[in-house]
């Protein structure tokens, strides 16, 4: 997959696919059309490229944070774990959901607090994924 960058975003289609790409309004519907099937040159962005769009549900749509680690991309709502430090002897591993506030990406914790992203986080699914 192609870099991706904070312009990027992926959602869920009706049937339970995740989809990355471009965020377009077209035709009344939310689409996404997806970074690999990209056509290779924009001679004519303008013009019809033959673009297929896909139809996705607007309540999933997640902003790509442009951070990654060993899972990959970190995206708005995915769920993480993370270790926290409170000093050199004790640390823990909290759950954390990726938000957008005070224009930046935090990560909150299921009781409201707020802190910073940190370098060891381990992404452990999304608030969209369906629970088995």
């Not at 995206?75 to 959901?97: G, M, P, R, Y």
Request: glycine letters at 6%; hydrophobic letters at 35%; a negative charge.
């Amino acid at each position: 997959m192609d870099e991706l960058s904070r312009w990027d975003f992926k959602a869920l289609d009706r049937y339970g696919n995740w989809h990355i790409g471009y965020l377009i309004y077209q035709d009344s519907c939310l689409k996404i059309q997806e970074i690999y099937n990209i056509p290779p040159s924009f001679s004519d962005p303008c013009g019809d490229l033959g673009i297929e769009y896909i139809e996705i549900l607007p309540h999933t749509v997640c902003q790509c944070t442009s951070l990654k680690n060993k899972d990959g991309y970190l995206f708005e709502n995915d769920e993480v774990t993370q270790e926290l430090f409170w000093d050199t002897k004790k640390k823990d591993i909290v759950k954390f959901t990726v938000v957008f506030v005070n224009n930046g990406f935090k990560l909150k914790d299921k009781k409201g607090n707020i802190v910073e992203i940190g370098e060891n986080f381990e992404i452990i699914g999304n608030i969209f994924d369906v629970k088995k």
